[in-house]
């Protein structure tokens, strides 16, 4: 394998490690902190993380046009990770990273009426098979069925595609990624800690554990990982990129089992194998197109 080809791959592998055991980390992190004022800390803290390489790149730190960044914002920073992190609260690790990590069936099927991409192919059997994978994991029929966080994982996942979606259809010509992300994680950082605020309590306990999950976060779960997303972006096929990052829900679910002992049941790994198989069949049909 070529050098230009083998470091492109290492970036993504490491990517996906970094992520998926993101959510064990998380995790651990709640013991100690509220989820909603977690999430405000760890996007603001990686919001940080970006002052001295946009000083470092000359790169002007004005926000780029609002009306743009704040919806951006709301759906990315707020939405996704907002309620990625109150799922987690309510639920296991593995099954709350399987069900965010739906965001391409949403993406599938929101980009029918908003973008005018027909569902086709092997989307369809992708769609059934991710709709009966969330039917096993939630279970309704059981009287213990975790509806409150099954609900809020999906949520995430919604936020996360309509993010997409409004990136695609509403970007401005000749943006800076890095200005947008940065001020995207101010705006909807600072929602975040209104909303913690509101709904407390605002305690924190500073363990050595959650000082460490919030530096990782910070660092390698927001600086580092979207410098190697957009490396190996830049230097191999979406669909490929796609397809390595279904790995990333598989790494949380394994973490979980082996580090906090959250061992899925047969029903709700059956559920989880459909949407991760949903996922490969949507990849496959980007691969193809």
């Not at 992708?126 to 609900?151: D, K, N, R, S, Y």
């Not at 989880?272 to 490969?280: D, G, H």
Request: aromatic share 10%; hydrophobic share 60%; proline share 7%.
């Amino acid at each position: 394998m070529s050098r230009s080809r083998a470091l492109p791959l290492a970036a993504l592998g490491l990517l996906t490690a970094i992520w998926g055991y993101n959510w064990v980390v998380m995790k651990v992190a709640l013991a100690d902190c509220p989820p909603l004022l977690f999430a405000a800390l760890r996007v603001l803290a990686g919001a940080a993380t970006f002052v001295p390489v946009l000083l470092v790149l000359r790169r002007p730190l004005a926000p780029p046009p609002l009306r743009y960044v704040i919806p951006l914002g709301l759906l990315q920073t707020t939405g996704f990770v907002g309620f990625a992190l109150w799922a987690l609260a309510h639920g296991a690790a593995g099954t709350t990273a399987v069900l965010v990590y739906m965001m391409p069936i949403w993406l599938m099927i929101l980009a029918w009426p908003l973008l005018g991409e027909r569902i086709r192919g092997l989307q369809w059997p992708a769609l059934f098979l991710a709709l009966a994978g969330v039917l096993c994991i939630v279970a309704p029929w059981q009287t213990h069925a975790p509806l409150l966080g099954t609900g809020l994982a999906l949520a995430s996942g919604l936020f996360w595609a309509l993010s997409a979606i409004w990136q695609k259809r509403q970007a401005p010509a000749g943006l800076d990624l890095l200005r947008v992300t940065f001020w995207q994680m101010i705006t909807g950082g600072g929602v975040l800690a209104v909303m913690a605020a509101c709904l407390g309590p605002l305690s924190v306990h500073w363990t050595g554990l959650f000082v460490g999950a919030l530096l990782y976060n910070a660092i390698p779960g927001t600086t580092v990982a979207l410098a190697l997303w957009g490396y190996a972006l830049h230097n191999l096929r979406p669909g490929i990129a796609g397809m390595a990052t279904l790995v990333g829900p598989l790494i949380g679910v394994l973490a979980a089992w082996l580090q906090l002992g959250e061992r899925p049941v047969f029903l709700e790994g059956m559920g989880m194998l459909a949407i991760f198989a949903a996922l490969a069949l949507v990849t496959w049909q980007h691969l193809a197109d």
